[in-house]
């Protein structure tokens, strides 16, 4: 997963969560106190640390930093991605396997999925890691599989790729107001099955686009998020966990 730096953090964030100073105080610390990163003396209360990489020494000792947690999920239908809900398992109920609950409390998702939709989901305790996966700025890819329920022939193959190509259209839908779309891409498989490669992610936008191009989804998976590729053997409701080192895994 290269397609950015996504695991540094602003030093202030960093020094917060492991009781060092507030995020406000960050500033002053750094001007009263010797803070080594790469053999040079942090100035900057700007600068952006990868825990993970560089080590934080403060007046020649050590920062003991906590480590981020990182999971990977093949969500199973019929599961919402809120933690709480009156009328459906939540994905969150999956996580109680393996973590208490006061560890699921400090998991972010990157981006939801819908009910019904299946497919890649990725957690972190790591903030600055989620928000910049989802923010609409960084413009990270999201790949899914798409079941249709007609089939589509090569003229209108043709058509639906002209029109992926400038963006399409879509009237409201409940309190989502009318959007033209940026341009996407569509890779077929078959007749009635293909790949949509979406930069940005509104309110049901794929179901949204087949249905403004005259057609139904039937199913639909989340395979991609950015540069990482759901794992094949990872199989619906089942998840790994661990450091940043599980996204190296192919």
């Known amino acids: 997963m290269n397609q950015f730096d996504l695991f540094s953090q602003p030093i202030n964030l960093i020094f917060s969560q492991n009781k060092i100073c507030s995020k406000r105080s960050v500033k002053i610390f750094l001007k009263n106190n010797d803070v080594i990163i790469n053999n040079a003396r942090v100035t900057s209360h700007k600068i952006l ?3 993970d990489l560089e080590d934080i020494f403060i007046n020649g000792k050590k920062l003991d930093v906590k480590k981020h947690l990182y999971i990977v999920m093949n969500k199973p239908m019929d599961y919402v991605c809120s933690t709480v809900s009156d009328s459906h398992k939540t994905v969150f109920d999956l996580l109680k396997k ?7 409390q400090k998991i972010k998702c990157v981006g939801r999925l819908d009910c019904d939709t299946t497919g890649l989901l990725i957690f972190s305790t790591n903030g600055t890691f989620v928000n910049k996966l989802t923010s609409p700025e960084n413009k990270v890819k999201k790949i899914y599989y798409v079941k249709l329920k007609n089939n589509v022939g090569n003229s209108e193959k043709q058509l639906y790729e002209q029109k992926a190509s400038t963006g399409i259209f879509l009237p409201p839908e409940k309190k989502y107001g009318a959007y033209t779309t940026f341009p996407f891409e569509l890779n077929w498989i078959s007749q009635n099955e293909c790949f949509i ?14 249905l403004a191009l005259n057609n139904f989804v039937e199913k639909l998976t989340r395979v991609q998020i950015g540069d990482y590729r759901l794992p094949n053997d990872l199989e619906e409701g089942n998840f790994i966990f661990g450091d940043r080192k599980i996204f190296e895994k192919k």
Do not use: A
């Not at 490669?197 to 686009?209: N, Q």
């Open 197 to 210: 490669t979406l930069k940005e992610g509104r309110f049901h936008e794929v179901k949204r686009i087949f």
């Open 49 to 51: 640390i990868d825990t």
């Open 98 to 104: 393996s973590f208490l609950l006061e560890e699921i």
